[in-house]
Each structure stands twice: as C-alpha cells, then as structure tokens.
C-alpha cells in the first residue's frame, strides 16, 4: 500500500509539474506575441533627492497588459524573457521607449533603465545604448543604466571594458539591488559606478531591531565615503523615513511612500513646478 501510494504521489508531482511547464509555455508564447506587437507598457517611478527636494530620476519599470490575466509584473516575466532571449528585444523596446519619455521631461530629470546580464552576454549594449540615444535625441548624461552584483561576478574583464566604454560615452551606471546577491564590497570601487541602490531588504525590521539600523547607516556611509550617490529603496513609510534620513549618507529615496511606478503621464503633476509641496511632505 505504501508504495502504491508512494506511485501515486509521484504521479501527482509529474501531472503539476507538467501544468506548470504548460503554464510557462503559454505565458512564453503570450510574451513573444506582446514583444512582437509592441505591447509592453514602461512605468515610471521617481526618485526623491533628500538635500534639494527634488526628483532627479524616473526608473523605468516594464509593465504587460495582459488582455485576460490583466496587468502581470516584471518579476513574473523578465525571468522567462531573459531564459527564452526575448530579453533582448524587450530590453530594447524598453531603453527606446524609456529614452524617448525623458526626452520630454524638464531637463534636470534623467530616465534610469535596468539592464539584465543576459544583455550583457548576449547583446551589444554599447550599441543598444547609441540607438535609443540616437533615436531618441537625449543627452547621454541624462540616461543612468541600473546593473546587478551578478553581471559583475561574470566574466569581470569584458563587463569593466563596456561599463567603461558607456562611462565614456557619459552614461551614469548605477549597482541596483545592492546587498542581496553574492555582495562584494570591492565591486563598489573596481567598476566605473556613479550610485549604489541599497536594496528595500535593508529596510526590514529597522523599526525594531537596532542592528538592522546599524547595517543600514553602514552600508549607506560606505557607498558615501566612496563619493557614489547612495539611494535607499522600497522606502514607504514615515517612520521608515526618519530612519533612513540621516545627514550625509543616504542621499536618494524610492518608494511607494513617495510614488510607485506610474504612467509618462501621470509623472508630469510630480516633474512640475507645483511638486515641492508632494516633496516636503515626504521628507
Ligand atoms: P528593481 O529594478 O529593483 O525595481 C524596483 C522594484 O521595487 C519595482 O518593482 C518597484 O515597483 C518596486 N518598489 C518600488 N518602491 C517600492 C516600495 O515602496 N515598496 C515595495 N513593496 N516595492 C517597491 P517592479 O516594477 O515589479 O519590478 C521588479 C523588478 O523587475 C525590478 O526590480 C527589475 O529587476 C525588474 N525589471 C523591471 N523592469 C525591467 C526592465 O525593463 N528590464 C529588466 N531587465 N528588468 C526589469
Ligand atoms: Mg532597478
Ligand atoms: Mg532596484
Ligand atoms: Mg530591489
């Protein structure tokens, strides 16, 4: 009996494993038709600087209408885009289409575009970074590539040489999610990064725990003694905002506490000139 059991359970395994291979295909050649028709939407979500009030930059987050399942989030799909290539259309869809909002945008205000590795590997990004600025007409100033600590734990040599090269060109680069993968602090100061994202992980239990507190203000001293821009992500609360805010270290916030990530249009009310009232009333 146990063993047919055991059988039974097994088979059980196959069939939901199965479902979700089908699910995975379906959403694949769902993905593929978005990309084709160039259906992708790309969000924005500003960041706040904490000494002048103002908002610097606007990530771009792709977001997918779904005609059934309704809006689905980049964390469902950009793992099977970057496992299937269809990253590297979508990444250039995204850079153009990001490029071209910022274009329109008060000058001081940049457009920040993540880049996956598998873009790294797979794509000429020097390339893809000269076309969406060329056929968008932005300045290269204005366009700040997010990168992951696991493109620099790669092949390091290629990764610095085209990191420099964009530098270069006088794009800024910035480390996202900084503290969540095989973090080194060495790639802080060995690639050419201008701002260091410390992840919204960092923000758990600080209302609580003071050590949490403690690696937080570590972390942030640190990305600021090295001259890089620090930001602080996932910030939603006040309460979050009295600790994260110390003078000197943490210079940026993005959060749902400020906005989340919204429409070009809907951006426009926050880049105003009316905005300084939205600003104080976070910091
Ligand atoms: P990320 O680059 O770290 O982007 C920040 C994510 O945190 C966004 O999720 C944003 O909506 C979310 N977030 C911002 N503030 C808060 C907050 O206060 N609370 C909470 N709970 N979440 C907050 P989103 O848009 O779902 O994107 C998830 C990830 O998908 C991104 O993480 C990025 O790694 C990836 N992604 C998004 N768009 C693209 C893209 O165009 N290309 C590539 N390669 N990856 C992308
Ligand atoms: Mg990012
Ligand atoms: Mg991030
Ligand atoms: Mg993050």
């Known amino acids: 009996r146990a063993k047919a059991g055991g059988k039974g359970m097994l088979h059980f395994y196959e069939e ?3 479902r979700q291979a089908q699910a995975r295909r379906a959403t694949e050649m769902d993905l593929r038709k978005a990309i084709q028709s160039n259906e ?42 970057e496992e ?13 289409k990001a490029c071209t909002a910022c274009a329109a945008w008060p000058g001081d205000v940049r457009v920040a575009v993540n880049l996956s590795s598998i873009q790294f590997e797979r794509d000429d990004v020097v390339a893809l970074v000269e076309d969406a600025l060329a056929a968008s007409g932005l300045a290269p ?17 290629g990764i610095l040489k085209v990191l420099q090269q964009l530098r270069s060109m006088g794009v800024r680069i910035a480390l996202d999610d900084f503290g969540t993968g095989y973090s080194s602090l ?14 919204r992980s960092f923000l758990k239990n600080i209302e609580t725990d003071q050590r949490s507190v403690k690696l937080l203000h570590g972390v942030s001293r640190l990305g600021a003694e090295l001259g890089l821009t620090v930001v602080v992500e996932g910030v939603e609360t006040h309460a979050q905002m009295r600790i994260v805010d110390q003078p000197g270290a943490v210079t ?14 809907d951006l426009q009310s926050l880049l105003g000139r009316n905005n300084q009232a939205v600003m104080k009333k976070v910091a």
């Not at 299937?84 to 153009?96: A, S």
């Not at 992951?148 to 040599?157: G, H, I, P, V």
Request: charge should be negative.
């Open 84 to 96: 299937t290539g269809l990253i590297i259309e979508l990444g250039r869809q995204v850079i153009v």
């Open 186 to 199: 060495s790639y802080l100061h060995k690639f050419p990064l201008q701002k260091v994202k410390i992840d």
């Open 141 to 157: 100033d204005r366009l700040e590539l997010e990168i992951t600590e696991t493109l620099l734990l790669k092949d390091s040599d």
């Open 40 to 81: 992708l939407a790309v969000y924005f979500q500003p960041l706040l600087n904490l000494k002048s009030l103002t908002v610097t930059t606007c990530e771009a987050l792709v977001r997918w209408p779904h005609p059934t399942r309704g809006m689905i989030s980049p964390a469902e799909f950009i793992p099977i885009a």
């Open 16 to 18: 939901e494993m199965d």
């Open 252 to 265: 940026e916030i993005q959060g749902f506490i400020l906005s989340p990530a919204v429409p070009d249009k």
